[in-house]
């Protein structure tokens, strides 16, 4: 039976980066006989120099029918200036919440043959192995009432809302603790509760669910703290799982310490496991279009999404290991270069990979 994934390549690097992952899948489709299919797909400044708008809702409808997403990046200076209800972030937003993608699963892991590209010690960094658990379609980033406001006195406000439910809170918290489970059993889980309300319902909530996940180890920490254990000592968290917004922050912290933003992948899952995958790092449009981008980060999305959405645990081994192998062999894109190795471009690092399998 064929699967079907719709790939929205998206701004700035994004085409590049998502033109390596798609090699790496139809090489792993050839080798593994998975009858992939693709459909394309515009979304964020594409889309709006298209269409008018970061995300059509036909593009929205072909997404859902697909099997899964694999995305590359949105946004750049040429459309900063549009209004900000039209902006290429508005697309991402659009699709993460329209499609009932509230669990951001991003993996921070130190690939061994990296420890020197962290900006961090290598004895810090050396078998870092962590999971950010994001909320990503409540919090601050969707909360109503929002926008810029005229005072009485002229002066403009702008304002948001913080704001969660018990269940959205319930299960986001599921989806941690049942991950941490699987993993090495202990949970952190991030907040404010010492300022904010809403994160005060948060830390009772999961303290609640607790008694049903007893192989699990909960804990709980302050974000501004755990900011700071992150470039600290990130050894001691396994799971972390927090809301939208300071997961967007922490998992760039995170990010940093593996050596470039440009490995980390992510997932976003909704209630039924269909699924949209997207590396963690924006379209670096300082960087688009001279092939100097790290493709990795999309080629372990993609591999992420033959484990969680396809059920293609194979498959998704055979990426992973064929890019530990161009990373032994001393490949390196621009990001993650030290002293010793090859540098090479988006092209040759995809290639390599493809090779590799
Ligand atoms: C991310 C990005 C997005 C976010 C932006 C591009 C809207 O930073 O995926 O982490 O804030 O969620
Ligand atoms: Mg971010």
């Known amino acids: 039976m064929s699967k079907k994934i719709m790939i929205l390549p998206g701004d700035g690097i994004g085409p590049e980066i998502v033109a390596q992952a798609k090699a790496v899948l139809e090489a792993v489709d050839k080798k593994s006989g998975l009858g992939l299919a693709f459909e394309e797909g515009e979304i964020g400044g594409a889309a709006i120099d298209s269409s008018g708008e970061p995300l059509t809702e036909e593009t929205l409808e072909a997404a859902g029918q697909c099997d899964a997403v694999l995305l590359g990046a949105v ?5 900063d200036q549009l209004d900000r209800d039209i902006r290429p972030e508005r697309g991402l937003l659009k699709i993460r919440s329209r499609l009932g993608l509230y669990a951001n699963l991003r993996p921070a892991i130190l690939y061994p043959q990296l420890a020197d590209a962290s900006s961090l010690k290598a004895e810090i960094v050396s078998g870092l192995d962590i999971l950010i658990v994001r909320e990503l379609t409540g919090g601050i980033y969707f909360g109503e009432p929002r926008g810029i406001r005229v005072l009485a006195n002229g002066e403009q406000q702008g304002f948001n809302t913080y704001v969660y439910s018990e269940y959205e809170i319930e299960r986001i ?6 991950a941490a489970r699987k993993r090495r059993g202990r949970l952190c889980s991030v907040d404010k509760a010492n300022v904010l309300e809403v994160t005060v319902l948060w830390r009772e909530v999961v303290e609640r669910l607790a008694p049903e996940y007893p192989d699990v180890e909960l804990s709980h920490m302050y974000v501004d703290n755990a900011a ?3 470039v600290r ?17 922490l998992s760039d912290a995170a990010a940093m310490l593996t050596g470039s933003i440009g490995m980390l992948p992510s997932a976003s899952l909704n209630e039924t496991g269909f699924g949209l995958y997207e590396p963690c790092h924006g379209s670096a449009p300082d960087i ?7 493709p990795l980060a999309t080629i372990l999305s993609a591999a992420m999404m033959l484990r ?15 890019v530990h ?10 990001d993650i270069f030290t002293q010793g190795c090859r540098k090479v471009t988006t092209a040759e690092m995809g ?4 090779n590799a399998l």
């Open 325 to 334: 192998k161009v990373l032994d062999e001393g490949l390196r894109t621009a």
């Open 233 to 249: 000592a990130p050894k001691q968290f396994d799971v972390m799982v927090t809301g939208n917004m300071f997961g967007d922050i």
């Open 75 to 79: 946004g750049g200076p040429k459309w």
């Open 288 to 294: 688009a279009g001279q092939g100097v981008a790290n």
């Open 228 to 230: 700071m254990q992150l």
């Open 308 to 322: 969680y959405s396809l059920d293609m645990d194979g498959a998704a081994d055979l990426i992973e290991q064929a």
């Open 173 to 178: 918290a599921r989806t941690a603790f049942e």
């Open 351 to 354: 290639a390599a990979v493809v």
